[in-house]
């Protein structure tokens, strides 16, 4: 028990400010510091961009859809447009919509 004391001791000897100031030891002890987070800190990004990189891998390749027949989609596409045409001729002929701006409408 004494001799953990002791250890403790000496670890607070140095950290504790006696009758010299040593502003070095203190830069050194906060650069020291700001490294050490800082070295953590790229490697916990880099482990997150390896574990997403890996996820997004394996999202990919499992739901990548089955391809559909091509052959029905071409009367569909042909249907869509005809009703857009048919839609346009309406709104140029038989909707009829208020223009507030102009007088008696």
């Known amino acids: 028990m004494k001799t953990i004391r002791k250890i403790l001791?000496?670890?607070?000897?140095?950290f504790s400010y006696g009758e010299n100031i040593r502003p070095a030891r203190d830069w050194f002890i906060l650069i020291t510091t700001v490294a050490i987070l800082f070295?953590?800190?790229?490697?916990?990004?880099?482990?997150?961009?390896?574990?997403f990189k890996i996820q997004k891998?394996?999202?990919?390749?499992?739901?990548t859809p089955a391809q559909q027949d091509i052959g029905d989609s071409i009367?569909?596409?042909?249907?869509?447009f005809k009703d857009r045409a048919t839609?346009?001729?309406n709104?140029?002929?038989n909707y009829h919509f208020v223009d507030p701006s102009l007088p008696g409408s």
Do not use: C, D
Not at 39 to 51: D, E, M, P, T
């Open 9 to 14: 001791g000496r670890i607070a000897k140095i």
């Open 91 to 93: 709104y140029q002929q």
């Open 39 to 51: 070295a953590v800190s790229i490697g916990w990004n880099i482990l997150l961009f390896r574990h």
């Open 87 to 89: 839609e346009e001729v």
């Open 57 to 63: 891998v394996a999202n990919v390749a499992a739901t």
């Open 75 to 80: 009367p569909q596409i042909q249907s869509i």
